[in-house]
């Protein structure tokens, strides 16, 4: 338990380690490897995560808040309970990563990579996911309404089940190649 505030935490490289009850409070990690590493009931409030690699982590009851993720890499990481509130989080990868109670607010996840993730009960709202790849990862029960994008990575048989804004369902014409008339 304890609270990490104002500093740099330079070319770090850790393994399987554990942070409980910890808040991270503008602190920049650079040049950061913290594979395996188990999170629970930490805060990271205004912090640059950017480049991170966070892959095979296991992260319970963990806010980000207000925090720059650009290129962290979350793949394979099992998420549960987690909150993505205001953050940068554009080309970050959660690829093959297991969501569950996983709720992104007011961030860009511009061209994230999400591809064979199993994602339950992952809410966004107000978020940028422009050019995300959601290949291979089923979307039945995805909310993607209050999204926005251009364009996504994904496949037509795991679009079954998502949810859609009316003006999102010409994005995905297109994407097919339909021609939609007024």
Do not use: P, W
Not at 6 to 16: R, T
Not at 132 to 158: H, P, Y
Not at 169 to 182: P, R
């Amino acid at each position: 338990m304890g609270m990490i505030v104002d500093c740099v935490i330079e070319d770090q490289e850790a393994n399987k380690v554990t942070f409980d009850k910890i808040i991270f409070k503008n602190v920049t990690f650079t040049e950061s490897t913290l594979t395996g590493v188990e999170l629970t009931d930490v805060i990271f409030e205004q912090c640059d995560l950017s480049n991170v690699d966070f892959s095979d982590a296991i992260i319970h009851r963990t806010e980000f808040k207000e925090c720059k993720m650009i290129g962290t890499n979350l793949s394979s990481g099992t998420l549960r309970n987690v909150l993505f509130d205001s953050c940068i989080a554009d080309y970050a990868t959660f690829r093959y990563a297991n969501t569950k109670q996983v709720f992104i607010q007011d961030s860009s996840l511009c061209k994230t990579d999400f591809s064979f993730s199993k994602l339950q009960k992952i809410e966004l709202f107000r978020s940028n996911i422009d050019q995300a790849q959601f290949s291979g990862t089923e979307l039945d029960g995805i909310d993607l309404s209050d999204c926005e994008f251009n364009g996504l990575g994904v496949d037509v048989t795991n679009l079954q089940g998502c949810t859609i804004s009316r003006e999102q369902a010409y994005i995905f014409a297109n994407l097919f190649g339909l021609i939609v008339k007024e």
